[in-house]
């Protein structure tokens, strides 16, 4: 997952917000933009899944949530690192 942090910023070229390379988009993809809101936008884990579901109903469950909310306090310090 570091390649992903560790790697340019990506400017939208149209009105985009996020870029969504999965074809279901529910569950790998949920937990990375969650990551990316947890450390860029130092959202807490429950907010950043709250907003994931009302974009995408579904999306980060079971074991994904709680990877993010174990993982929140490392990208809060890595946000703040970066």
Same mark, same amino acid.
């Given at each position: 997952?570091?390649?992903?942090?560790? @790697?340019?910023?990506?400017?939208? @070229? /149209? /009105?985009s917000d996020v870029i969504d390379s999965e074809?279901? %988009?529910?569950?790998? =993809? %949920?937990?990375?933009?969650?990551?990316?809101?947890?450390?860029?936008?130092?959202?807490?884990?429950?907010?950043?899944?709250?907003?994931?579901?009302?974009?995408?109903?579904?999306?980060?469950? %079971?074991?994904?949530? =709680?990877?993010?909310? /174990?993982?929140? %306090?490392?990208?809060?310090?890595?946000?703040?690192d970066y």
């Open positions: 997952m570091s390649r992903y942090f560790n @790697s340019e910023e990506v400017e939208p @070229s /149209d /009105d074809q279901a %988009g529910l569950g790998r =993809t %949920g937990s990375l933009i969650g990551a990316y809101l947890i450390k860029h936008y130092h959202m807490a884990a429950r907010e950043a899944i709250a907003w994931l579901r009302i974009c995408r109903p579904g999306c980060v469950i %079971g074991r994904q949530q =709680t990877w993010l909310e /174990d993982m929140e %306090g490392m990208l809060w310090k890595l946000g703040e």
